[in-house]
T-cell receptor
Framework: DQQVKQNSPSLSVQEGRISILNCDYT??????FLWYKKYPAEGPTFLIS?????DKNEDGRFTVFLNKSAKHLSLHIVPSQPGDSAVYFC????????????FGKGTRLHILP | EADIYQTPRYLVIGTGKKITLECSQT?????MYWYQQDPGMELHLIHY???????EKGDLSSESTVSRIRTEHFPLTLESARPSHTSQYLC????????????FGDGTRLSIL
């Protein structure tokens, strides 16, 4: 049973526009959330994280929003650039020090010229 | 930034062979992990280690075994490979400090004929 769900397998966005990637989770014990980015033939690389005590965390062009009551988080990328084309994995854990991270299936983002 | 290396990158081998997937990191991280990922699916934690002589099984049951004799080295072994072991195997490491993210290697894509 999937605890972290990324319901959009793929997403296409025009270069320069905003990309919004969504993620839902079912386990109310999750307290820490992460986004990883993965290029083909490479391992995932950490992008941004958020603790449940916050509802927003920003790092440059990347912002993660957390809605705990809805068990929903989203990653906003603005403006979208060609190098953002990749697979994005949402992940969650019971705390920031918990090594058992549960991953979603990923969303493939295509940035169109 | 962590440097973490996995070899081989690709392996095609026959059923019944013994296989060892290598993972090494040069950053002195205490924590290391092995994940298994099928195409289009989530990463599943199969093994982790908190340091030398420490190994634990992850959430996904796996017939593989691991060892941690040196801090920098965390090999994964399959004693007798089967077609069901065909998958991508990703190694990761992290510092033993609170909210430090896991850094991933580029993975080994394993195909058992």
């Amino acid at each position: 049973d999937q605890q972290v769900k990324q319901n959009s397998p793929s997403l296409s966005v025009q270069e320069g526009r905003i990309s919004i990637l969504n993620c839902d989770y079912t386990n109310s014990m999750f307290d820490y959330f992460l986004w990883y980015k993965k290029y083909p033939a490479e391992g995932p690389t950490f992008l941004i994280s958020i603790s449940s005590i916050k509802d927003k965390n920003e790092d440059g062009r990347f912002t993660v929003f957390l809605n705990k009551s809805a068990k929903h988080l989203s990653l906003h990328i603005v403006p979208s650039q060609p190098g953002d084309s990749a697979v994005y994995f949402c992940a969650a854990s019971a705390s920031f020090s918990d090594d058992k991270i549960i991953f979603g299936k990923g969303t493939r983002l295509h940035i169109l010229p | 930034e962590a440097d973490i290396y996995q070899t081989p990158r690709y392996l095609v081998i026959g059923t019944g062979k013994k296989i060892t997937l290598e993972c090494s990191q040069t950053m002195g991280h205490d924590k290391m992990y092995w994940y298994q990922q099928d195409p289009g699916m989530e990463l599943h934690l199969i093994h982790y280690s908190y340091g030398v002589n420490s190994t634990e099984k992850g959430d996904l049951s796996s017939e593989s075994t691991v060892s941690r004799i040196r801090t920098e080295h965390f090999p994964l072994t399959l004693e007798s490979a089967r077609p069901s072991h065909t998958s991508q195997y990703l190694c990761a490491s992290s510092e033993d400090l609170g909210d430090q993210p896991q850094h991933f290697g580029d993975g080994t894509r394993l195909s058992i004929l």
